[in-house]
């Protein structure tokens, strides 16, 4: 089993920063990726940014991309995201998620295994 905690979450301001992290525990060598989704209310929970952690390999969503920075230590099991020009559409309950090994990057949370509770983050306008 593989426990995932989220913290960084809060309230900020269009234009403003947060790092979000994720701490790994428990069965940690399954893990092959890990990944951040969001949802916000009223919407399907969508990917994020994924890390691949024995290659550092990464993906991001086409509305994220150059603002949002994913990265991990693998000696702490956490992964974290560095976000900057944060948005009112980036309002949503941010979860990170881990799946085990294999080929290529998975990109559908129906491949992830574990899940965190969530943090939210809510841009005010």
């Known amino acids: 089993q593989v426990y995932l905690e989220e913290s960084g979450g809060g309230l900020v301001q269009t234009g403003g920063s947060l790092r979000l992290a994720c701490t790994a525990a428990?069965?940690?060598?399954?893990?092959?990726?890990m990944a951040w989704f969001r949802q916000a209310p009223g919407k399907e929970r969508e990917i994020v940014s994924v890390?691949?952690?024995?290659?550092?390999?990464?993906y991001y969503a086409d509305s994220v991309k150059g603002r949002f920075t994913i990265s991990r230590d693998n000696a702490r099991n956490t992964m974290y995201l560095q976000i900057v020009t944060l948005k009112p559409d980036d309002t949503a309950l941010y979860y990170c998620?881990?799946?085990?090994?294999?080929?290529?990057?998975?990109?559908?949370?129906?491949?992830?295994?574990?899940w965190g509770q969530g943090t939210q983050v809510t841009v005010s306008s």
């Open positions: 890390i691949r952690l024995n290659d550092g390999r990464t």
């Open positions: 998620a881990a799946a085990g090994a294999r080929i290529g990057i998975p990109l559908t949370t129906n491949q992830y295994t574990y």
């Open positions: 428990g069965s940690t060598a399954r893990i092959g990726s």
